[in-house]
T-cell receptor
Framework: GESVGLHLPTLSVQEGDNSIINCAYSNSASDYFIWYKQESGKGPQFIIDIRSNMDKRQGQRVTVLLNKTVKHLSLQIAATQPGDSAVYFCAENAGGTSYGKLTFGQGTILTVHP | GAVVSQHPSRVICKSGTSVKIECRSLDFQATTMFWYRQFPKKSLMLMATSNEGSKATYEQGVEKDKFLINHASLTLSTLTVTSAHPEDSSFYIC????????????FGPGTRLTVT
């Protein structure tokens, strides 16, 4: 079946650097995408979302970019801090019969070194 | 707002016993809740969709008789792992959907189940 995947399983950055986490999706019917942060032993925490009619959305220190042409999603974190260290998942909603259900990507482990 | 709790946070049980995990939306009513399973260093896999007042919808490959789901009220869904075996050991996470925001899910803190 169609799924969401990530290019890089791990990412290590220095504190203060910008981080970019990538995600490839294969379901062209997906119309809503979300980035989640998951710390060890906890549930996912919403970071930012974007609908398919947009190509960029900004939040506090985070930006999500959507390229529907190549089915690519990215999360940019500005001035990365040690507290940003976690696993980051992208998730998609395919609509249709999958309305409201999320399919998660494999995750990227972000490690921020002080 | 939009807080979801789970109980217990950790449980250890013996093989063959059943375990119930509760998922509660604390400050909103959730007609739909979702149950996920997550293995170490893996992604979340949707197990089932829990709808208040009706039967749960299970994903392909998930045994409905093994993982019993009950959505008894607008703020509570329960997952019962019946006749648990060591391979059922996992991190179980629920989420609740806001009534007028069908795409937004808020996740609970998860329940670590260990079957010995």
């Amino acid at each position: 079946g169609e799924s969401v995947g990530l290019h890089l399983p791990t990412l290590s950055v220095q504190e203060g650097d910008n981080s970019i986490i990538n995600c490839a999706y294969s379901n062209s019917a997906s119309d809503y995408f979300i980035w989640y942060k998951q710390e060890s032993g906890k549930g996912p925490q919403f970071i930012i979302d974007i609908r398919s009619n947009m190509d960029k959305r900004q939040g506090q220190r985070v930006t999500v970019l959507l390229n529907k042409t190549v089915k690519h999603l990215s999360l940019q974190i500005a001035a990365t801090q040690p507290g940003d260290s976690a696993v980051y998942f992208c998730a998609e909603n395919a609509g249709g019969t999958s309305y409201g259900k999320l399919t998660f990507g494999q995750g990227t482990i972000l490690t921020v070194h002080p | 707002g939009a807080v979801v709790s789970q109980h217990p946070s950790r449980v250890i049980c013996k093989s063959g016993t059943s375990v119930k995990i509760e998922c509660r939306s604390l400050d909103f009513q959730a007609t739909t809740m979702f149950w996920y399973r997550q293995f170490p260093k893996k992604s979340l896999m949707l197990m089932a969709t829990s709808n208040e007042g009706s039967k749960a919808t299970y994903e392909q490959g998930v045994e409905k008789d093994k993982f019993l789901i009950n959505h008894a009220s607008l703020t509570l869904s329960t997952l019962t792992v019946t006749s648990a075996h060591p391979e059922d050991s996992s991190f179980y996470i629920c989420s609740a959907r806001l009534p007028r925001a069908p795409y937004e899910q808020y996740f609970g803190p998860g329940t670590r189940l260990t079957v010995t």
